[in-house]
């Protein structure tokens, strides 16, 4: 089930509407990947180099493992669902971050807007506060007026820990 907020953003893009965190932001289609995942871009010569590519199989079989929702395409940084191996339901699943470093990060909050608003808070012309401002007045319940009260995610493994327990799987069986 798609959680409420992610089913209001897709219908305010839909509509041509955009949404309160940058308009570089794009929501992404069910089952669509996220652009930051593409490794097109490595030759050959450095899949052949274990490292390289006991990496690029940790990371892909990581992102197996979120359900993707969002990508920046100014940054490049791409956000979902840590589903993990547990598979938790959206609902209970914390919000995480990929970006052009191939790490994967945790958000604070509770839902999309909740982490994207403190993602990109830091950054807005209104800052956080605003952000908040633009997503309740569509709806959009946020549970903190401070992105400091906004709760930290718990999930084991973490997606940084599942990437590197693959990684180092992988490495060790090239």
Do not use: K
Request: with cysteine.
């Amino acid at each position: 089930m798609v959680p409420e907020d992610l089913a209001i953003w897709r219908r305010q893009q839909a509509e041509g509407n955009s949404n309160p965190w940058s308009e570089a932001l794009r929501l992404l289609d069910d089952d669509e990947q996220p652009p930051a995942l593409d490794t097109s871009y490595l030759t050959a010569e450095d899949l052949a180099n274990p490292d390289i590519a006991a990496n690029v199989r940790a990371i892909a079989q990581t992102a197996t493992l979120i359900t993707w929702v969002a990508q920046d395409e100014d940054e490049g940084q791409a956000f979902g669902y840590w589903r993990g191996p547990n598979d938790l339901p959206l609902a209970a699943a914390p919000i995480v971050s990929f970006d052009t470093e191939g790490q994967f990060h945790l958000l604070r909050g509770t839902t999309l807007s909740e982490a994207l608003s403190d993602e990109y808070g830091q950054w807005a012309d209104d800052g956080y506060p605003g952000l908040v401002a633009q997503c309740r007045a569509q709806g959009v319940s946020i549970s903190a007026d401070d992105p400091d009260d906004l709760p930290e995610p718990t999930a084991s493994p973490t997606p940084a820990e599942h990437h590197e327990a693959r990684y180092r799987e992988f490495l060790a069986g090239s």
